[in-house]
């Protein structure tokens, strides 16, 4: 009955080395055994990838090519409109291919020498210290499978085009991955479970769905909305709140569905100065304090 909230699928390894991945019933690939079997051989790479040796190349098929081709075009035109300077900037000098999916070893060449960010492969759902833990070395964990060819707009789960056009692109501009790697230092600060998912939920409401004041019109920099061929058309007519660390460590979200709440910068020193500084300075206790000023 939570199948609807289930946001990554789980990923079980086996007694006898393999692993699966556990589809939804009404994940879009759930029928399709090739691109299931394909799923646990993805997901497998990441459980047998140890970090300093190269990502192991994930194998696609031609549709799934497609995929990245359609929608690198159509997100294109969507970012041209709604995404910030900074980003466009960042994806122009990243210069992912347009054509292929690219494989997460190249993602890291191009992107280290912009701003020293590399991948990591993720099979699913990653542990909230660790995903946020190694921002703080440069690293960014990643899924490496895409959704569906069925339903190229749409995909339950935050697959490869998410990781990489949503957030390689933001990596690739030194201010934003300057704010990662401060949300990764405050992760490591945090000792309790409530500090980091405060720490968490002002990244989910920044680096994920961030959206910014400029040039006089609403445009967005979190990679959850950049990657998303909906979404994108639907941020500025949400419920767009000024930037509040309280209530963006506070509000609860919802993943499975479009985010409706939005928290707006009015300026990328705006965000720095809010949430940068705060990420620099965040412990336990200064955190207790933002929580009770929320209540
Ligand atoms: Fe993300």
């Known amino acids: ?13 086996q ?7 556990e589809l939804a019933a009404s994940h879009p690939g759930f029928a399709d055994t090739v691109y299931r079997a ?16 190269p990502i192991p190349a994930a194998e696609y098929s031609e549709e799934e090519h497609e995929v990245w081709a359609l929608v690198t075009r159509e997100l294109a035109v969507k970012h041209a409109k709604y995404a910030t300077a900074e980003y466009l900037d960042g994806a122009a000098q990243l210069g992912l291919p347009k054509e292929r999916i690219p494989q997460l ?91 980091l998912e405060f720490v968490s939920k002002v990244f989910w409401f920044t680096m994920e769905f961030g959206v910014m004041a400029e040039g006089g019109e609403l445009r ?11 979404e994108i058309e ?16 506070t509000t609860h979200y919802d993943i499975t569905k479009y985010q409706d709440v939005l928290f707006r910068a009015e300026s990328l020193q705006h965000l720095e100065d809010v949430v940068g500084d705060f990420w620099a300075t965040c412990d336990d206790d200064s955190i207790a304090k933002l929580i009770a000023a929320d209540i």
């Open 234 to 249: 639907e941020f500025r007519g949400m419920d767009v709140r000024p930037l509040d660390l309280s209530a963006m460590g």
């Open 105 to 195: 070893e190249e993602v890291s060449r191009l992107l280290e020498p912009l701003t020293g960010f590399r991948y990591l492969p993720a099979a699913g759902l990653v542990p909230l210290r660790d995903f946020y833990g190694v921002l703080a070395e440069g690293f960014f964990h990643s899924t490496q499978y895409i959704r569906h060819h069925s339903v190229p707009f749409y995909t339950p789960e935050p697959d490869v085009v998410h990781e990489v056009i949503g957030h390689a692109n933001a990596l690739a501009v030194p201010r934003y991955a300057a704010l990662y790697h401060l949300a990764g230092q405050a992760a490591r600060r945090v000792e309790s479970e409530e500090a």
């Open 15 to 21: 007694e006898d080395g393999s692993v699966v991945v």
């Open 38 to 53: 394909r799923r646990n051989a993805i997901a497998g790479l990441a459980v047998n990838h140890r970090r300093g040796t």
């Open 220 to 230: 967005a920099y979190g990679a959850g909305i950049l990657s998303s061929y909906g």
């Open 1 to 13: 009955m939570f199948e609807e909230a289930q946001y990554f699928a789980p990923v079980a390894a």
